[in-house]
């Protein structure tokens, strides 16, 4: 299986480390790893604030980049629900405009092959153990594209499960939002202030030292609101759990 790492943007320029886990955590089970250096912005974030058409280009970008990969993976729920629903709906678009099938036709091959790390581990690889290592104590906030968009349900669960030394405390009110949601923290500052404090309350609630997540931009808001609340908490990809062994601990 040739798999491609698609990193995005948030990962790559303020979170590079959990792009090194996700290459440790798949070359440890077997899976080679390429990284294709002409990937850019998939265009969430100019979609999600209205700019379609500008997106298109971006998106064939994306499809031309990747389309000779057998799997596409992520360590964002965001921007892998950029590709597996936003795509299509763009494609959708474009010939409800009397634009015909072109885009579609392009971004269909990569739109089916895309998937958020905690998928490809469970659902196309088949395991759930990975030969973890992380003693401490975990609670899990499944962000809301993870969620709601791609149905990621128990899957980083049942990975977080089988690491050898973690305790899982469960989250009150995991299933709520907490506050990012890209320009919303910009346009709503104070509510998404409020629900992000909400988010660290709950999550402090449990005496975890670590919240961790299957999506960057939210934890790093999350991460902020945290340190402004001085709470101790950290927090942490999913990635760099996983990619955790004895030999090569996490910090």
């Known amino acids: 299986m040739r798999v ?57 970008h994306f ?6 990969h057998d799997a596409i993976v992520t360590p964002s729920g965001s921007c892998g629900a950029m590709v597996r629903e936003l795509y299509p709906r763009m494609g959708e678009r474009a010939r409800s405009e009397g634009r015909g099938d072109g885009l579609a036709t392009v971004l269909a091959p990569v739109v089916q092959k895309t998937y958020e790390l905690t998928e490809f581990l469970v659902d196309v690889l088949g395991v759930t153990d990975v030969g973890a290592y992380y003693p401490h104590r975990v609670t899990y906030h499944p962000t809301c594209h993870g969620l709601r968009s791609l149905g990621l349900g128990e899957r980083p669960l049942r990975l977080l499960r089988a690491v050898k030394g973690l305790e899982l405390l469960e989250l009150p009110g995991a299933d709520e939002c907490c506050g990012f949601g890209g320009t919303f923290a910009l346009k709503n500052a104070d509510v998404s202030a409020a629900m992000g404090a909400d988010k660290v309350r709950n999550a402090e609630a449990t005496g975890a030292e670590v919240l961790c997540a299957a999506d960057n931009s939210c934890l790093m808001h999350i991460g902020g609101t945290m340190t402004r609340l001085r709470t101790g908490m950290r927090p942490v990809h999913i990635a760099e759990i996983l990619a955790s062994t004895e030999e090569d601990p996490a910090v």
Not at 41 to 58: D, F, I, K, L, S
Request: charged share 25%.
């Open 4 to 60: 491609a790492l698609f990193l995005t943007c948030v990962n790559d320029t303020l979170h590079p480390d959990t792009g090194r886990a996700v290459v440790k955590l798949l070359t440890r089970l077997g899976v080679d790893v390429d990284f294709p250096e002409a990937q850019t912005c998939c265009g969430q974030a100019h979609y999600n604030t209205g700019y379609r058409h500008e997106t298109e280009p971006m998106a064939r």
């Open 63 to 68: 499809a031309d980049v990747f389309r000779d």
